[in-house]
């Protein structure tokens, strides 16, 4: 079962992170990074989905700082809400809370970290920023064709709903690619953004299955 732990981040604030241990002998660590509507039963789901696969997972709730435990649906209100929280964190502040995630895994054996939507983007910048990660999976992302520059320390993959009306995957693609051609850019036909969180209006369950085997085979083998 899951539970609520409380970690320190490197200004001194506790913050919380929903944790769950491996269900099978231990493969490593996974941080999973959220959407902009909080620490949701979507990333709970997650954090279990990778439990099961044999890691120990962890989600922190990157937005604690401004409102502890805050979680929103997926209706226009709840977007609003999860944009403003994610526009008024610092990024720094964000990595460096991923970075207190990886310390607390570190001492058990090698970290990855997943992210989605906004944690998409955490995740590409946290395989350029945060020192001591095996690998990185980045889901739709909006800041990564902005970032495309940065030279990732881990290997990464990215995965991009060619149907997503707010990211061009291909334009993505092709940034990505202009700075660092060795990062392999998925683009899933058919799936728009979100694709891999299990909400009926978003759920694309090829693409989703296709991209969770990329991340399984590129975290066991990072």
């Given at each position: ?49 990778w ?70 983007s ?26 495309a ?6 290997p ?29 850019v ?6 728009g ?30």
């Amino acid at each position: 079962m899951g539970e609520t732990i409380t970690l320190k981040g490197a200004d001194g604030f506790e913050f919380s992170a929903y944790h769950e241990q491996a269900f099978t002998p231990r493969k490593g660590g996974v941080i999973v990074i959220q959407e902009i509507f909080g620490i949701d039963r979507h990333v709970r789901a997650d954090v279990e989905r990778w439990a099961k696969a044999g890691y120990e997972a962890i989600a922190p709730s990157l937005y604690d700082r401004r409102e502890r435990g805050f979680t929103a649906g997926h209706d226009p209100e709840g977007l609003a809400a999860g944009v403003a929280h994610a526009r008024a964190t610092p990024l720094e502040q964000a990595l460096n809370d991923i970075g207190a995630c990886r310390d607390f895994l570190a001492t058990r054996g090698k970290v990855c970290v997943v992210g989605y939507c906004y944690g998409g983007s955490l995740a590409w910048l946290s395989a350029a920023k945060v020192e001591g990660l095996a690998a990185a999976s980045s889901y739709y992302g909006s800041l990564v064709q902005a970032n495309a520059d940065l030279k990732p320390l881990c290997p990464v993959i990215i995965h991009l709903g060619h149907t997503d009306p707010g990211i061009h995957a291909e334009e993505v693609e092709k940034a990505v690619h202009a700075h660092n051609p060795q990062v392999p850019v998925y683009i899933y036909e058919g799936a728009g953004h979100g694709f891999n969180n299990e909400s009926p209006e978003r759920y694309h369950e090829e693409a989703a299955d296709l991209a969770r085997a990329r991340t399984r085979e590129l975290f066991e083998t990072a």
